[in-house]
């Protein structure tokens, strides 16, 4: 690994003269990544013999160090030139240590926090030989029956251009190949948040307005924070396939924003162009998405091979052009001595292990959790407890779930160290508070199997009980404990890819169990582990936590938080809807008709969602007060400060996370009712004022109207609404002049 950024020029004179000594059929290998799932041997070994043959240019899913240098020898020492391969694989949020999923991080509004958690997923992953994380994603996604939501930052573009940038940050480090990191993959490019119903896989209509507005602009960021590489969506863009489209990959990535990376298609997305009746054949998708701007195929095991397989031919035929064909492989190459492995291609087991058992790794992943747990509702601060509360309850499915803990995207893990709820609450009470448990219900399980049902390691055994009898053991328990803690929600198989859902039910009988517990009138606690808004049909726990999939030391997390060790300060990344029927519900919606008026939109419902985007409480109070502008005008290009006093008015010192909306009143498009434009998470002790300041820039006023086809700052009045959550009141306005 390079100890510092190598020279530019050194690299591509280095690349070009590679280039210079390879086949056609060696370049078209270094565009294909394959498939080496551990076990399926007899893929494997067709995958080894492509590789033997120099047909091969990366590798995914290989993720135990000895096999990653064994394979990496083949291709080193075995192969015409030695080029070494890369090691792609899903590092979604962590590989050994387990950090929470992103969505979490997400609600912790806390960059800096998933920067840190990615350095540790990054170095884990790289220590055991991989060299690029598919990740992170950032579509923005507007509706949680997308499973994938989970993997992102939520609905907001501005929200989500911070995480996807700091991830980045986190993954690659200040260059492509800094020691411990990874190559960081954005994806997926572009707009398969948006596939209708939720439905995974399924296309995506959106206008110019919304793409340019809400869907590009993370990838957009995460491209400026360096990103060494994109990934190409799978689904269709408005008719066109991402992976075959052109406009996407090559007008907007390369042309207008200047990307130098390299680009790989979503998994089987090339060859699948023709699968869209898209492409007519293998040959043609293959031509197509190079020529649309694809540099790698990423190869699922399928009959006949891989699309890219096909280049040789077609270029020998003059229907791909060599130059294209050149850039691409240079690209992958540049990519390659980048991260060092010509110098340094194999592996340090022993220095892996070291590294994957790193404790003070776990103590990032507890602070991390900590920091994303949202509370939703605590009423009569029942919030803390007391440690010597005398009897706790802790019931259902995912109370005592060390697999679900982790989430979906994890195949690493140690399941034996990671933290329950269950086990963080049984070590931090007092010795005279007595805790018992009852799973209440089996652990729902899905209707239909997913393709992660365990690729990686063998089933866990099934945890299932006879639901009639346990729901009344629970309910018994829950009536002699001082507090029932119920953590209820979606086993992690549930979401993620392959996850979407038509309903934000709980799933299996967690609804009875939710309702029953809550009619014995012990106070309770209501733990959501999931990573969409749930439908709780109306049922009411005094407190309610949204504690996602909080990962390795989750459990310990959420026991500080229960007694008041670690105060709460998360906020919702998107708007929690009261039913589905709302969705989508964006709180950065437009003006219309009546915009105040209630029932106006539906008549059997409201037009607010349950709980608003940026909303989260505490177990302190803020106050919010003067609200200042440094100006009441200001000219189109120049900048504006906002500053505001911020109150901890209670005896607790916490976190808020301030934020800072905008509307503008009238302009060439309308605009939304609000939009993020600035948030800043602070520490605020007892009694104590901060000011927090902003500063709005020409990039923050701009938007893209349809109207003109192109980005645009208007001379305008613009409102200002500074507070704690999207639905803030504190408000101030200013004219922005010609
Ligand atoms: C398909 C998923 O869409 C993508 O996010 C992932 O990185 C690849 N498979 C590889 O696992």
Redesign the pocket.
Known sequence: MPDAKPEDSHIKARAAELLAQMTVEEKAGQLTQYFAFPGADEQLAGVEAELRAGRAGSL??VSEAAEIDRLQRIAVEETRLGIPLLF???V?HGFKTVMPVPLAMAASWDPEMAETAQAIAAKEARAIGLHWA??P?VDICRDPRWG?MI?GAGEDPYLGSAMAAAQVRGFQGHYIGAPDRLIA?P??FAG?GASLGGRDYDEADLSETELWNVHLPPFKAAIEAGAGNI?S??MGLNGVPASGNRWLLTDILRDAWGFDGFVVT??GAAADLETHHFAANKEDAAIRALEAGVDME?APPREGGSAFRTLPEALKAGRISEARLDEAVLRVLEAKLRMGLFEQPYVDAERAQRVLNAPEHREVARVAAERSVVLLKNAGDLLPLSRDVGSIAVLGPFADAARDMAGPWIFRQDDSETVTVLSGIRAAVGNDTRVDHSIGVSVPKRMHPSIFENPFSPPLPEITVDDDVEIERAVALATEANVAVLVLGEAQIMIG?HASRSTLNLPGRQQELLDRVLETGTPTVLLIMTGRPMDLKGAEPDAQMMIWYPGTSGGEAVANLLFGDAVPGGKMPYNWPRNIGQIPLPYAHLRSFKPEEEHMRYWNERNEPLYPFGFGLSYARFSYANLRLSSDRMAVGETLNVSVDVTNVSEIAADEVVQLYIHQRFGTSARPVRELKGFERVQIGAGQTRTVAFTLTPDQLRYWSAVVRDWVQDATEIDVFVGGSSDADLTARFKVTA
């Open positions: 995914l899913f792609g694989y899903d979604i598919f990740a994603m994938r993997e993959g994806k997926h398969y990934m969506a799978y979503d998994a990423m890819e």
